[in-house]
T-cell receptor, first 114, second 114 residues
Framework: DTGVSQNPRHKITKRGQNVTFRCDPI?????LYWYRQTLGQGPEFLTY????????KSRLLSDRFSAERPKGSFSTLEIQRTEQGDSAMYLC????????????FGSGTRLTVV | TQLLEQSPQFLSIQEGENLTVYCNSS?????LQWYRQEPGEGPVLLVT?????EVKKLKRLTFQFGDARKDSSLHITAAQPGDTGLYLC??????????????FGKGTHLIIQP
C-alpha cells in the first residue's frame, strides 16, 4: 500500500481559472476528508465522504468549490474561478472510520493563485 | 464552534532537554489525536486517545488526555534534532449531527538544536 496519493503536488494558476485536484486514498479506507491549510495555521476541515456519499461540508466550502468521490474510490476537489485567497495547501486524508481511528494524510497539493 | 488552543506556539530548545506542549479547549472531545508535520508534507498521526485520563507512550513521547476530555499534553524526554517539526493536536466529537471532521489547533513549532 502506497498510502494516500495526491496530484498534482504543486499548482500555479491565474486568478479566475478553474483547477482540479485528485486524491487516491488507502484502498481499504471508506472515509475520505479534504482539508485546507494556510501558512501558520492548522488544517481546516472542508468536506467528508463515506464511500461515495458526501456527508458533510464546511461553511468554508463556498459555491466555487465542489468535491466528488465517484464509486467510493478516488476523489476530486474542483475550485472554479480561483481567487488569491484560495492559495493554500489542500490536504486529503482517509480513515477506516470513526474518531477512534486516526487519519492518514497525503502530501498535499500546494495551490498558488497569481 | 470547537476551538483548540495550543501552547507554546514556538519552542526552541537544546538537544537532550525535556519539553511539554499543551492543547486546551472549552469543549469536550470524544477523541483527541496528535500529529507531526514537516514542511511541505501532510501531517503524520502519532497517537489517538479516547478515554479521559488516558496516558499513551511512544518511545520518548508521552501523551495524556485530560480527565474531562477537554485538554491534552505531549511530553518529550531527551529531545533530539529529529523531533523537530510542527506538532498538531486535533479533536473530534460525535455531535449527533453526523459531524466527523477533526478540528485542528494551530500547532506548536518545535526546533531541537544539536
Amino acid at each position: 500500500d502506497t498510502g494516500v496519493s495526491q496530484n498534482p503536488r504543486h499548482k500555479i494558476t491565474k486568478r479566475g481559472q478553474n483547477v482540479t485536484f485528485r486524491c487516491d486514498p488507502i484502498s481499504e479506507h471508506n472515509r475520505l476528508y479534504w482539508y485546507r491549510q494556510t501558512l501558520g495555521q492548522g488544517p481546516e476541515f472542508l468536506t467528508y465522504f463515506q464511500n461515495e456519499a458526501q456527508l458533510e461540508k464546511s461553511r468554508l466550502l463556498s459555491d466555487r468549490f465542489s468535491a466528488e468521490r465517484p464509486k467510493g474510490s478516488f476523489s476530486t476537489l474542483e475550485i472554479q474561478r480561483t481567487e488569491q485567497g484560495d492559495s493554500a495547501m489542500y490536504l486529503c486524508a482517509s480513515s477506516l472510520g470513526g474518531l477512534a481511528y486516526g487519519y492518514t494524510f497525503g502530501s498535499g497539493t500546494r495551490l498558488t493563485v497569481v | 464552534t470547537q476551538l483548540l488552543e495550543q501552547s507554546p506556539q514556538f519552542l526552541s530548545i537544546q538537544e537532550g532537554e525535556n519539553l511539554t506542549v499543551y492543547c486546551n479547549s472549552s469543549s469536550v472531545f470524544s477523541s483527541l489525536q496528535w500529529y507531526r508535520q514537516e514542511p511541505g508534507e501532510g501531517p503524520v498521526l502519532l497517537v489517538t486517545v479516547v478515554t479521559g485520563g488516558e496516558v499513551k507512550k511512544l518511545k520518548r513521547l508521552t501523551f495524556q488526555f485530560g480527565d474531562a476530555r477537554k485538554d491534552s499534553s505531549l511530553h518529550i524526554t531527551a529531545a533530539q534534532p529529529g523531533d523537530t517539526g510542527l506538532y498538531l493536536c486535533a479533536g473530534g466529537s460525535y455531535s449527533g449531527g453526523g459531524a466527523d471532521g477533526l478540528t485542528f489547533g494551530k500547532g506548536t513549532h518545535l526546533i531541537i538544536q544539536p
